[in-house]
């Protein structure tokens, strides 16, 4: 059974641009999770979406955003970016997402922003 | 605030010897624990949890420890082999993963 794929492996960006991840979930799973890492804060959650809606938001700007497709395959946005945006970007998907279930992460999008 | 830390940020073993890793958590409500090891230029790889109603559970080479008394969290790595070296993580499941600092795991040969 594949892993959690997420695309692309790296990207440079200057100030200002967008940038869209991608990441498809294990096969059959129905969660899909974002985390950023970095080395000053962290792991930190962004969001977590099932069956297409958001069920979960963390703290982080309205610049970041995401949406998950019927497939379960999901995407983030990060509009007007920023020096601080320069992180892993990290994608986690469960079966369901329930409060205990273990999640299985991606090797993670870096993006480093110029 | 509510977080999930980590005692040491760094841990140095001799191989072969025994290691343990650790972890306060401050939300007595949580209910479920998971560990993680980070390697390099990977992501978080699932590597034992427990829930909230055991006190110990054990995998291949590892065995967590819970203790709700003083909210504490610990990872025992048996046998350390230099193939695990890595940033281990605990993280406490409540809607979404808190995780901790991590621990950066050096295995010495």
């Known amino acids: 059974k594949a892993g959690v794929t997420q695309t692309p492996r790296y990207l440079i960006k200057t100030r200002g641009q967008q940038v869209t991840l991608s990441c498809s979930p294990i096969?059959?799973?129905?969660?899909v999770s974002w985390y950023q890492q970095t080395p000053g804060q962290g792991l930190q959650f962004l969001f977590e979406?099932?069956?297409?809606?958001?069920?979960n938001k963390g703290n982080f700007p309205g610049r970041f955003s995401g949406r998950q497709f019927s497939n379960s395959r999901s995407e983030m946005n990060v509009s007007t970016l920023e020096l601080g945006d320069s992180a892993l970007y990290l994608c986690?998907?469960?079966?369901?997402?329930?409060?205990?279930?273990?999640?299985?992460f991606g090797s993670g999008t870096q993006l480093s922003v110029l | 605030g509510e977080s999930v830390g980590l005692h040491l940020p760094t841990l140095s073993v001799q191989e072969g010897d025994n290691s343990i890793i650790n972890c306060a958590y401050s939300?007595?409500?949580?209910?479920?624990f998971i560990w993680y090891k980070q390697e390099s230029g990977k992501g978080p790889q699932f590597i034992i949890d427990?829930?909230?109603?055991?006190d110990k559970r054990q995998g291949q080479r590892v065995t967590v420890l819970l203790n709700k008394t003083v909210k504490h969290l610990s990872l025992q790595i048996a046998a350390t082999q230099p193939g695990d070296s890595a940033v281990y993580f605990c993280?406490?499941?409540?809607?979404?993963?808190?995780f901790g600092q991590g621990t950066e795991l050096s295995v010495k040969p």
């Open positions: 986690a998907s469960g079966t369901l997402g329930g409060a205990n279930e273990k999640l299985f």
């Open positions: 096969s059959g799973h129905r969660s």
């Open positions: 979406y099932f069956s297409e809606t958001q069920r």
């Open positions: 939300n007595s409500a949580s209910d479920y």
């Open positions: 427990i829930r909230s109603n055991m």
């Open positions: 993280a406490e499941r409540r809607s979404e993963l808190i």
